[in-house]
Nanobody, 115 residues
């Protein structure tokens, strides 16, 4: 079972940018679709963005135009470039397959958007 390790989070001011990375313990080339998810305090985890093997992407309406997901199968890594961050983007961000493998959730990386 592939495990994921997320990194790149931090504290950023509104309007700022961050780039998250997710490294898999095994190859992701056989995983058709990968995605980023997030969980804000007191809320359920929600889907943020997805990318399939051919490279097609899809985004939640709340992040469309601000976030960009990409994947590098040779490095077993998925990225999330986040721009024009807003306080409502504050959450722990996770990556996983899409739909997610419940046994593969990592620790996530905290993103805090605050002035």
């Amino acid at each position: 079972q592939v495990q994921f390790v997320e990194s790149g989070g931090g504290l950023v001011q509104p309007g700022g940018s961050l780039r998250l990375s997710c490294v898999a313990s095994g190859s992701i080339s056989k995983i058709y679709a990968m995605a980023w998810y997030r969980q804000a305090p007191g809320k359920q985890r929600e889907w943020v963005a997805a990318i399939n093997r051919p490279g097609s992407t899809d985004y939640a309406d709340s992040v469309k135009g601000r976030f960009t997901i990409s994947r590098d199968n040779t490095k077993s890594t998925v990225y999330l470039q986040m721009k024009n961050l807003k306080p409502e983007d504050t959450a722990v961000y996770y990556c996983n397959a899409h739909p997610p493998d419940q046994g593969s959730w990592g620790q996530g990386t905290q993103v805090t958007v605050s002035s």
